[in-house]
Structures are given as structure tokens and as C-alpha cells.
């Protein structure tokens, strides 16, 4: 049974900084690449970052690009998510994602999903 378990959400002041976790449980094999996407209320599903789990290539959507950083320690199945100058615009609930396949934007491309996180940013 494969289970993706998030933590570190709450919430920041504009400016501030949040690390989310994701340890993940299950085949090894299952996530070759993990990452994380959010929604906010009223809104799309969006991409927010990847990392490859066998040679730590990382990829981030455009938005959050120089603010955020994926990395993962792999002797604790762990993803993490550092996000500094939040902005209230990142207000959204964060989800944890783990594939088979190589990392991708595309929701479709991750079998497993966390239940999310909640990250609120005030002004």
C-alpha cells in the first residue's frame, strides 16, 4: 500500500518562509519522480515543482522559480519543499505527488497523491 504523508503547512506573513514534508510509504520503485502541486479556492490544479529521486534533477513552474526549492533525502523516502518569500498568492492547499514515470507538469502523469496541506500568506 503506497501513502504519501505531508506536514508543515500553517500559516506566514507575506515575506515569510514555510518547508513542507513528504514521506513517502510504499515501493521505492513507484516514485521515480515526487513533487508537489497546490489549489487555491475557485481555482485550477497547478504544477508547483518535481525532482527526479534517482539523480535529484529538480524542475519548478515559472511562478514559484528562485522562491521555492525540492530536495529530498532519500534515506527517509522524504520530499521537501522549501518556500521563502511567500506571497499571498501562494495561498493554496499543497499536495504531495509520486510517479513512475519521468517528472512532469501534467497531473496525470503521478499515481499517488497526499491529502495536502494547507499553506495560507497574509499581506
Known amino acids: 500500500q503506497v501513502q504519501l504523508v505531508e506536514s508543515g503547512g500553517g500559516s506566514v506573513q507575506a515575506g515569510g518562509s514555510l518547508r513542507l514534508s513528504c514521506r513517502f510509504f510504499g515501493y521505492t520503485y513507484i516514485r521515480k519522480c515526487m513533487g508537489w502541486f497546490r489549489q487555491a479556492p475557485g481555482k485550477e490544479r497547478d504544477w508547483v515543482a518535481s525532482i527526479d529521486t534517482d539523480n535529484d534533477n529538480t524542475y519548478y513552474a515559472a511562478s514559484v522559480a528562485g522562491r521555492f526549492t525540492i530536495s529530498q533525502d532519500n534515506a527517509k523516502n522524504t520530499v521537501y519543499l522549501r518556500m521563502n518569500s511567500l506571497k499571498p498568492e501562494d495561498t493554496a492547499m499543497y499536495y504531495c505527488?509520486?510517479?513512475?514515470?519521468?517528472?512532469?507538469?501534467?497531473?496525470?502523469?503521478?499515481?499517488?497523491w497526499g491529502q495536502g496541506t494547507q499553506v495560507t500568506v497574509s499581506s
Open positions: 505527488v509520486a510517479g513512475a514515470a519521468g517528472c512532469s507538469a501534467d497531473s496525470g502523469e503521478y499515481n499517488y
